[in-house]
């Protein structure tokens, strides 16, 4: 579901305004409503997090470690920049989202292939890290929900996660393609088929919004991985050959005409919450 702003205030304009005639404030939400192109720029950005990571080893000369310190410092600009805004915008929060699926990638291989971590090890410890997240995050705030995600709390446990996710998304991932050699194509039907397994979960069977949503997030990071691997990889090793170079700036190019459509539109735009300010 979409969800358009008809006659709302825009996040620009002072709260003070808002809340003339109500004495309520707005509260908007940092995070796009969840709709086809929420699934769409995250899987591009999945893609583009395996195939960058992979460009930025090779291009630079950086090694593994320079490049992981070198993304986590753009990241950590992105996201100071996204915690100043007061609601969500596509040029701020999907590049934010592009970084940290780079850095998240960066994570897990470098405690593969520098520190001779276990894929199995990994994958544990960062589903581990993840629920602890959320543990946390619900008792502080009661909800993992992302419609609600208005506060700087809120937003930092959100964005902990999302990095969690995305770290153990590539430990799993890369376990099941390479340990389990299943190959790049087999690999991303299996978790295509996987998501499907969870919206029929979802819409059929009653699985709880929250968890579904967590767990297809989860779930596109190794679907997006396998998809990038499969179009860049050489052809002797069961990709089409495109490179990473050419994967990167074409996903690349569509994530940003996406963001334009959605920064001109506001099609992902959810309504402020009206709340009413504590009074000591």
């Known amino acids: ?18 809340s003339v005639s109500t ?6 939400n940092k995070v796009p409503e969840v709709t086809a192109y929420f699934w769409g720029i995250k899987i591009l950005c999945t893609t ?7 460009l930025l080893n090779e291009k630079l000369g950086l090694g593994l470690t320079g490049v992981s310190l070198l993304m986590s410092v753009l990241l950590v600009a992105v996201l100071v920049a996204q915690f100043r805004t007061r609601a969500y915008r596509p040029g701020i929060y999907w590049p934010a989202v592009a970084l940290i699926s780079v850095v998240g990638t960066l994570i897990s291989d470098n405690l593969t292939d520098n520190l001779g ?16 997240v959320f543990v946390a995050w619900y008792r502080s705030e009661r909800t993992l929900s992302i419609h609600h995600v208005d506060t700087t709390r809120r937003e930092s446990f959100y964005w902990l996660a999302v990095l969690f996710t995305f770290a153990l998304g590539t430990a799993a991932g890369d376990l099941v393609a390479e340990r389990m050699d299943l190959g790049y194509w087999v690999s991303a039907g299996l978790f295509a088929l996987a998501i499907a397994a969870v919206a029929v979960a979802h819409f059929a069977l009653g699985l709880d919004v929250v968890w579904s949503f967590w767990i297809a997030y989860i779930l596109t990071r190794p679907l997006g991985a ?6 860049s990889q050489p052809t002797a090793d069961g990709g089409l050959g495109m490179g990473t170079v050419i994967t990167s700036v074409l996903f690349l190019a569509v994530i940003l005409g996406l963001v334009v459509f959605l920064t001109v539109t506001r099609r992902d735009v959810s309504e402020p919450e009206r709340v009413t300010p504590r009074t000591s």
């Open 1 to 18: 579901m979409t969800a358009e702003i008809s006659g709302a205030v825009e996040p620009h304009e002072p709260t003070g305004t808002a």
């Open 226 to 231: 396998s998809i990038g691997d499969y179009l």
């Open 23 to 28: 004495g309520k404030h707005l509260r908007w």
């Open 48 to 54: 583009v997090g395996e195939t960058a990571a992979d």
């Open 117 to 132: 971590v276990p894929l199995e090890t990994s994958t544990v410890a960062f589903a581990v890290a993840l629920v602890v």
